[in-house]
C-alpha cells in the first residue's frame, strides 16, 4: 500500500477548494437531472440535460468514492491527507462499492464487459443518485471538520463554499423528479446546442 501523501499548511486551503469544486459539481448534476429540457438535432433520441448530468453525476461519485474510501496511490489526495481526525461512515460502503464496480465497466473504462452485461437500469441510476447524497453529506462534514480545526477558505474556496451550502439545503429540502414518472418535455424546453454554442456571449470571446 503505498504512503498517504501528506498536505503542508499552504497545500490544505488549495486542497479544500479543489474538493470543495468537485462536490459543487456533484450537487449540480444532481439538480440538472431533475431538468427535462431535451436536445434538438438528435433524431429519434430524447436526450438532453439529464443524460449529460447522470454522466457528471458518476465521475465526481466516483472521485469522491476514491477520495474518502479507496486506499491511495501515488500523488492521490485522500481524506487522510488533510491530517484531520474524521471517521468516515462505513454504512454506506457497500452499495458504494458495487456502484463503482459499475461505473468502472461502464464510464470510467470502455471495457467488453459491455458487450455481455445490460446497462444501466433505472434501479441503478436511482441508487447512483443515493450514493451521490450520501457522498455529499459525508463531505459536508469532512469539510466542517476541516474549518473547525482551522483551515481557511482561500481563494475560489468561499464562493464555492456557499454555494455548495446553499445547493446542498435545496437538495435536502426538495425531493429528485422519479425517471419515467415525471410529464415529457414540452416542445419550448428544446434546447438547439448548435445555436447556442454560436450566439453564447462565451462563443463569442473567442
Known sequence: MQRVRKLSATEGPKALESLLYEMLMLESALLLRDTRYCFKKYDGLRWGVPQIAHDVLRLKSRLLF????????????????????FNVDEGSREELSHLKARMNKWTIHFADVRLREPEYSTEDRQAMERCA?????IGAQFVAKCL???TKLEGWAVAYHDAFTNLHQHLLNTARVKERQSPSAPNDHFIDLVDLAVTSPCAADQ
Request: hydrophobic share 45%; no cysteine; aromatic share 14%.
Open 148 to 150: 473547525e480545526v482551522g
Open 66 to 85: 476514491d477520495f474518502f474510501y479507496s486506499p491511495p496511490r501515488r500523488r492521490d489526495i485522500v481524506v487522510a491527507s488533510f491530517g484531520v481526525a
Open 133 to 137: 447524497m450520501q457522498l455529499l453529506h
